[in-house]
């Protein structure tokens, strides 16, 4: 943790509270220093992971192109109480990220989650993507790297490549000397703080990076081209990122997004507006019903392995398909519900997200290996310079006990590429 999460480190060395958050983030590998498990990945299987998050991700850039032009469709599959009370501005400047080209409109990360068999190999269902306040991103990278390299010195035997990329990313921006960025989460949780720390130290490599708490962030209302302060300060920012859901940004930010065009090419917010829709779980519905209904898009999109998701549970339980029901907007796996071709509930996790509207997916349970709980596949995907795509750069796995994965049971489990024949994962 000194070496690789410095700041964090000078924190928890001061916080009791903050060292036992410490102590409980790097429980799982502690608790295995002497015999570590690795999901072992034949190489011959990368490629084929890499193309079907590919695919996923163009699917959901181009359902997005076209439901920034479809009213109807957006106030149909977006429909949340965040868009009713700010969509009249949060959308057309939602918008206008989508189409800049510049930091305005650049992502620096986003996480799939995903089903994938061990046997095959082959990514066989996409669960959501997370591109608005994902976390676990310290594990991924950092951890990944220094538990593999424990094996292989060499560093190259992993499927790891996001801190690189996101590097040659923010190269391309060409940031001048007296650029001020700022990293803002809550110091309160451990996750976060890793997670904000690590992006700081990526853009620091590029530019004047202050990791910051979220009470740090100041509105300068007599300042609306460039309003965002540090608190204290005459420090102006010219981006920043803020790990935080955007409906808690755009309320606690009110008049700066009623104002958005006098700063919104001025000053970056990462992750940009426009990703909040993809990570919005209603796109999914969206691409589904694409898929049914226009021939051009379903063609196009055929390798994408898009789990069927309605507004309404009727299409599923009709077949009687086990489905999920999910919050369009939860997050860290609150609130799912798990159906089964009755359509009678067998699991059910808590959370804050209750009354938030609803998708229906259909049930794909996760795989595990013999020996090992359940896990999905993530795979981080890298902004490309100067465009909205982004591409796959970094695969991980978090393993869990129970039928949902929630953060109180998951874990992080390294991985090493294999030379093996076959496509078969193992451990």
Same mark, same amino acid.
């Given at each position: 943790m000194r070496e690789e999460l410095p700041y964090v480190y000078g924190l928890s060395s001061n916080h009791a509270n903050l060292r036992q958050s @410490?102590?409980?983030?790097? $429980?799982?590998? #502690? =608790? +295995?220093?002497?015999?570590?498990?690795?999901?072992?990945?034949?190489?011959?299987?990368?490629?084929?992971?890499?193309?079907?998050f590919s695919a996923a991700y163009a699917a959901l850039l181009d359902g997005l192109e076209r439901l920034f032009d479809d009213p109807q469709a957006m106030r149909t599959f977006m429909d949340c109480p965040f868009l009713r009370r700010h969509g009249e501005r949060f959308v057309p400047y939602a918008r206008h990220t989508f189409r800049s080209r510049t930091l305005t409109g650049q992502s620096l990360y986003g996480r799939f989650d995903a089903a994938l068999n061990p046997a095959s190999g082959q990514v066989t269902g996409i669960y959501e993507f997370n591109g608005?306040?994902? @976390?676990?991103?310290?594990? $991924?990278?950092? #951890? =990944? +790297?220094?538990?593999?390299?424990?094996?292989?010195?060499?560093?190259?035997?992993?499927?790891?490549?996001?801190?690189?990329?996101?590097?040659?990313?923010?190269?391309?921006?060409?940031?001048?000397?007296?650029?001020?960025?700022?990293?803002?989460?809550?110091?309160?949780?451990?996750?976060?703080?890793?997670?904000?720390?690590?992006?700081?130290?990526v853009v620091g490599e590029q530019a004047a990076a202050h990791l910051l708490d979220l009470t740090?962030?100041?509105?300068?209302?007599?300042?609306?081209?460039?309003?965002?302060?540090?608190?204290?300060?005459?420090?102006?920012l010219d981006a920043l990122f803020v790990l935080s859901p955007w409906e808690e940004m755009v309320e606690n930010f009110p008049q700066a997004f009623m104002q958005w065009e006098r700063w919104a090419d001025r000053v970056a917010v990462l992750e940009p507006a426009w990703k909040w829709f993809i990570s919005h779980k209603g796109m999914l519905a969206y691409l589904t019903w694409l898929l049914e209904n226009d021939a051009d898009f379903a063609r196009r999109h055929a390798n994408a392995p898009l789990l069927r998701t309605y507004l309404d549970p009727e299409p599923l339980r009709s077949t009687g398909t086990p489905y999920v029901a999910k919050p369009v907007l939860g997050r860290l796996s609150a609130n799912i519900e798990i159906y089964d071709a009755d359509g009678q509930c067998t699991s059910r996790s808590s959370g804050e997200y209750g009354d938030c509207p609803r998708i229906y997916q259909e049930y794909h349970p996760p795989f595990h290996l013999e020996g090992r709980g359940n896990f999905i596949a993530c795979m981080w995907m890298a902004g490309q310079p100067l465009t909205r795509m982004a591409l796959p750069a970094t695969l991980c796995f978090r393993e869990f006990d129970t039928a949902v994965l929630e953060l109180s049971n998951e874990r992080f489990v390294p991985h090493v590429l294999s030379n093996e024949q076959g496509c078969a994962l193992d451990r």
């Open positions: @410490v102590r409980e983030l790097l $429980s799982f590998p #502690l =608790q +295995h220093v002497a015999a570590m498990p690795f999901y072992q990945v034949p190489e011959k299987c990368v490629e084929p992971i890499a193309d079907a608005d306040t994902p @976390v676990m991103l310290f594990e $991924s990278i950092n #951890l =990944q +790297h220094r538990l593999s390299s424990q094996i292989d010195p060499s560093g190259q035997r992993q499927f790891n490549e996001w801190y690189g990329m996101s590097g040659d990313l923010l190269r391309a921006h060409r940031f001048e000397p007296h650029h001020q960025i700022a990293l803002a989460c809550s110091f309160d949780h451990i996750e976060d703080l890793a997670t904000c720390e690590t992006l700081a130290q740090d962030i100041d509105y300068d209302h007599a300042n609306p081209e460039q309003p965002f302060v540090i608190h204290g300060t005459d420090t102006y």
